[in-house]
């Protein structure tokens, strides 16, 4: 019985900190980026979205879903500081975008 009752006290501190670290990977924030750059913050075949994901471990990077209402929300659940360093990321990647210069060139389709 005393067993038991020692197994279920670890049991019980290990629950508690998986509840705590939970409760930590639980912090969500929103960026507001337009929705011109989510194709370049993706990548093709989603190879940049997947490399900001493994880069900043244990963050989860939601992209607005096409018939929702606010189209220029990311969402960034994780660690803080790792939401915060992705956040980061898409900041530049959007900067860089936006540092460019676009020119719009008529072809003759002769």
């Known amino acids: ?13 290990e629950l508690e900190a998986d509840k705590a670290d939970r409760e930590l990977r639980s912090f969500s924030l929103d960026v507001t980026v337009d929705p011109k750059y989510h194709p370049k913050i993706i990548g093709r075949s989603g ?10 471990q244990d963050v989860n990077i939601q992209m607005p879903n096409r018939d929702a209402e606010d189209q220029s929300t990311i969402t960034i659940t994780g660690y803080e500081a790792s939401a915060n360093s992705a956040k980061d990321a898409i900041l530049k990647i959007v900067s860089d975008l936006e540092a460019m210069t676009t020119i719009d060139v008529e072809i003759d389709a002769r």
């Open 1 to 13: 019985v005393d067993d038991a009752i020692i197994g279920l006290g670890e049991r019980i501190k």
């Open 47 to 56: 190879a940049v979205i997947k490399k900001l994901r493994t880069d900043h």
